[in-house]
């Protein structure tokens, strides 16, 4: 059995998620201590718990210390399964986050797979559903990975009530190797600004503050933000709540950002915090953006042959999953750069 130290760097949530994954992919028993113990209220939270509950119904695991507030798990895989599942954090808890543990997983299974997950979609500290959709996903997509998603229903803090659905209709089992070393020009920033629950001018200064922010940055692309709101009986949603993200199309490369709104935090910070993040980014040359930096590790560790990438900024999330890999497979990961600063790092993996 593997002991993983959930202390270790950023000792967060991610430890888990991905050791978790990594175990029911290479099929080794794992042993999380310290879980999430860097955080203020240490232990399993409500999203963690549906995480693993998910993995192990998936691949049939045995689990030990599977309450809130655990310190310590043990997970035991068996077989990855196919078939239906759905999943309900029962909370506001981030389905995005569920899916960094699962997307990797239903992978390897026999063949289709649909999921459909409940919680909070556009959440703190988590990726929006948004740039799950129009940032992450094409880019699993370029590592042979086609994966479909609708969105049903949002789901914001504190109310949470979200919805999607998940479906991939042929598991590649394996990753194609990729080498994303640098950006081209910019052709194109697109973006899609919301609100629930709020007047439609949340969404559209948001929007609008984006774009002057952006122009204001030096970029000269077209800039095309779709506005997506609802009005009286039509908003299904709990709500209230409003966010943005952005995407920028730049030869090869795409990068995204995020920003949400919250109770007090005016439409136009929303915007320009989005905006900023992303110009930030590019200025970078890098060919990922510094979240994309992050999720995309576990998929090249994986890929059968030598992947390279070229990543805004190697952040503390980036340094524990390839600490966290090291532990689980056969491959050298080089990394050449500062924590806090842009990075290349080059993979010689084996698939698992």
């Known amino acids: 059995m593997k002991v993983v130290d959930g202390s270790y760097g950023e000792g967060g949530g991610q430890i888990l998620r991905t050791a978790v994954a990594l175990s029911c992919i290479t099929g080794e028993d794992i042993k999380v201590t310290n879980v999430r113990a860097k955080r203020p209220n240490p232990g399993l939270k409500r999203q963690h718990l549906t995480a693993l509950k998910a993995a192990a119904t998936i691949c049939g695991a045995r689990v030990e210390g599977l309450k809130v507030g ?35 997983v239903v992978a390897y299974a026999p063949s289709q797979v649909t999921l459909e997950l409940s919680g909070g979609t556009d959440v703190p500290w988590s990726p929006p559903i948004d740039y799950v959709r129009y940032v992450m ?7 042979g990975y086609d994966v479909l998603l609708k969105l049903i229903r949002r789901g914001h803090y504190p109310k949470g009530g979200g919805l999607i659905q998940v479906y991939v209709p042929s598991p590649p089992k394996g990753f194609i190797p990729l080498k994303l070393l640098g950006r081209g020009e910019v052709k194109e920033v697109r973006g899609l600004s919301h609100c629930v629950k709020l007047p439609k001018h949340v969404a559209l200064r948001q929007a609008k503050a984006a774009e002057e922010t952006l122009r204001e940055g030096g970029v000269k692309a077209p800039i095309n933000i779709r506005l997506e709101h609802y009005e009286g009986k039509e908003d299904p949603h709990k709500g209230p709540g409003s966010g943005i993200v952005l995407w920028a199309l730049a030869g090869k490369a795409l990068l995204g950002s995020d920003a949400l709104g919250a109770k007090g935090k005016r439409a136009e910070v929303v915007g320009k915090e989005a905006a900023s993040k992303l110009l930030k980014d590019l200025s970078t040359g890098a060919a990922l953006d510094m979240h994309m930096s992050d999720n995309i590790l576990i998929y090249l560790a994986l890929a059968e042959g030598n992947s390279a990438i070229h990543g805004a900024e190697l952040s503390t999330h980036a340094l524990t999953v390839i600490w966290l890999i090291k532990q689980f497979l056969p491959v050298t990961i080089d990394v050449f750069g500062e924590a806090g600063k842009p990075f290349k790092a080059v993979f010689k993996a084996t698939n698992t």
């Open 70 to 104: 655990s310190k310590e798990v043990v997970f035991s895989p068996n077989s990855i399964s196919a078939g239906n599942f759905r999943f309900d954090v029962g909370t506001a808890g981030s389905v995005t986050l569920i899916l960094q543990t699962l997307l990797p």
């Open 137 to 143: 996903l094409p880019h699993l997509r370029k590592l």
